[in-house]
């Protein structure tokens, strides 16, 4: 009893696939004969479908569509001109009907059932064994999205996304994968060497369509990396996070990401966002907090030095733009100085994403001539002491400060000592495009004070100028008159 007891007491083992709805099954038709009850437009769809993986595919209707027609003379299916009955099923790969009424799609699938064929009845999913799902085509790659009938429209959606991701030249370089796969292996030891040329061969493969001398470029990467009897060599990515909404991160950040053995991440960057991530990379924090207990910027170097030489592609992801306020210039150096390939992938900084969210352009040609992003802080994390505070305190001029909490009030202190009016409109941000963003709009002679409702645990970013005035005035209940209106109350009638 007591064995059973602890038995029973054990946890089960995780599954390592959840609940599927439908099985996603790829099946080759070539050749194979495919079954159509019924003349209308969407058994037409269904019929160049099958005829597009290369199905002998018959049609079994007394009157078609006249969608049919091009299908016929191009000779992609038979046109039987009568019913479907029992006797044309058996052999088949699929059977497909529109049908009428309940009662035909029931004869229908039983039908195809007793003859083991599965069966789709269109717009009928309880007499169907299999359903077509949205589809993206670069074939010989192809992506079918289903949502089990529950939402067509979401598939459709969700397809369309796809599409965007996928360029069409995607075709071409999965047909040259396939012809060249014998003789990769033939050159390349399995393992690490094949996984290296592959990486190198999708970051072409989302590029321009392959050339004439694709495959001699292609071969020249294999033996090179078969001359290599060490490590193959790696690289390293520096990816911009971009503010922390996973939806503005480039296409080229995705991929580069999903391509990754190492990530090294700032704590700023969202959880969203390393989500998209190949799941096998192994993540590392390195953030650098100011006030808080940081890695060292020697030591993440060191690191990515290390990781290179090993062989391992390294992502170093960076909230907001690399090349922004992220010492990516060090980094850049230093790996360049080891001899480490590095790149960089462009992210969305911060005060873009604040000027989208508060539907400000930063430069409106009313208001400011120029923008300046400044550092609020210098090495030691006081106001840095080589600003030109006379030229920031221009008026035709938009500045955002980064980093600027903890040195809101001595910012505010010297471009009015330096000529800025004291009602110039401040708007101060934090978590820009997460849900816990904040925000806080008045005017300079109040940013110490606007900055401690913010506060001090999160980075903001400070915009001053003009451009931010109707944020001011709708932050106090007022409405502004935009610039181009006001321009035309005073045009004379």
Not at 125 to 131: G, Y
Not at 170 to 177: F, H, R, S
Not at 422 to 442: D, L
Request: charged share 20%; aromatic share 4%.
């Amino acid at each position: 009893m007591a064995i059973a007891a602890t038995l029973s007491k054990t946890p089960p083992a995780p599954r390592r696939m959840e609940a599927l709805a439908t099985l996603p099954v790829f099946f080759r038709l070539a050749g194979r004969k495919a079954i159509v009850a019924g003349g209308s437009e969407a058994a037409a769809w269904k019929a160049e479908l099958l005829a597009a993986t290369g199905a002998e595919v018959h049609i079994y209707a007394e009157d078609i569509d006249p969608a049919f027609e091009a299908l016929i003379a191009a000779g992609s299916l038979v046109h039987h001109a009568r019913r479907w009955d029992q006797a044309i099923l058996p052999g088949a790969a699929v059977a497909i009907c529109d049908a009428a009424t309940e009662a035909e799609a029931k004869a229908f699938a039983d039908a195809a059932r007793a003859a083991g064929v599965p069966v789709n009845v269109i717009d009928k999913p309880a007499w169907c064994d299999f359903q077509f799902g949205s589809i993206v085509n670069r074939s010989p790659v192809v992506v079918a999205i289903s949502t089990d009938g529950a939402a067509p429209i979401l598939g459709q959606a969700i397809r369309r996304r796809i599409e965007t991701l996928l360029p069409p030249a995607l075709a071409g370089w999965a047909d040259l994968a396939r012809a060249m796969r014998d003789r990769i292996a033939a050159t390349l030891a399995a393992g690490p060497q094949r996984r290296a040329f592959w990486e190198r061969f999708v970051d072409r493969a989302f590029g321009s369509t392959p050339g004439e001398g694709a495959v001699d470029a292609l071969m020249a990467d294999a033996s090179a990396i078969a001359s290599n009897t060490h490590a193959s060599q790696g690289r390293v990515t520096l990816v911009g996070a971009g503010p922390g909404d996973a939806e503005l991160l480039t296409l080229k950040a995705v991929r580069a990401l999903q391509s990754a053995d190492i990530i090294l991440f700032d704590d700023l960057v969202s959880d969203d966002v390393l989500e998209l991530a190949r799941r096998e990379a192994k993540r590392m924090l390195v953030g650098k907090r100011g006030g808080r207990e940081s890695c060292r910027q020697e030591d993440i170097n060191t690191t990515m030095i290390a990781l290179g030489k090993a062989g391992k592609h390294v992502v170093r992801l960076k909230g907001g733009d690399p090349m922004i306020f992220g010492r990516a210039g060090e980094e850049i150096g230093r790996l360049r100085a080891n001899g480490i390939p590095v790149s960089v992938v462009p992210g969305i900084t911060s005060a873009l994403a604040m000027a989208s969210s508060l539907s400000v352009s930063l430069t409106h040609r009313d208001c400011a001539q120029s923008v300046r992003f400044v550092t609020g802080h210098s090495r030691k994390g006081e106001l840095p002491k080589d600003v030109d505070w006379r030229a920031i305190a221009d008026p035709t001029a938009t500045t955002i400060f980064y980093m600027g909490g903890r040195t809101a009030g001595a910012i505010a202190s010297c471009l009015m000592t330096n000529g800025a009016s004291s009602a110039t409109p401040v708007v101060v941000a934090r978590a820009i495009s997460r849900p816990a963003e904040k925000r806080w709009a008045g005017r300079l002679a109040d940013l110490a004070d606007g900055m401690r409702t913010i506060g001090y645990d999160e980075p903001v970013l400070i915009g001053i100028g003009k451009v931010f005035d109707s944020v001011v005035m709708e932050s106090a209940g007022n409405r502004p008159v935009p610039p181009v209106a006001a321009e035309r109350l005073s045009i004379p009638a």
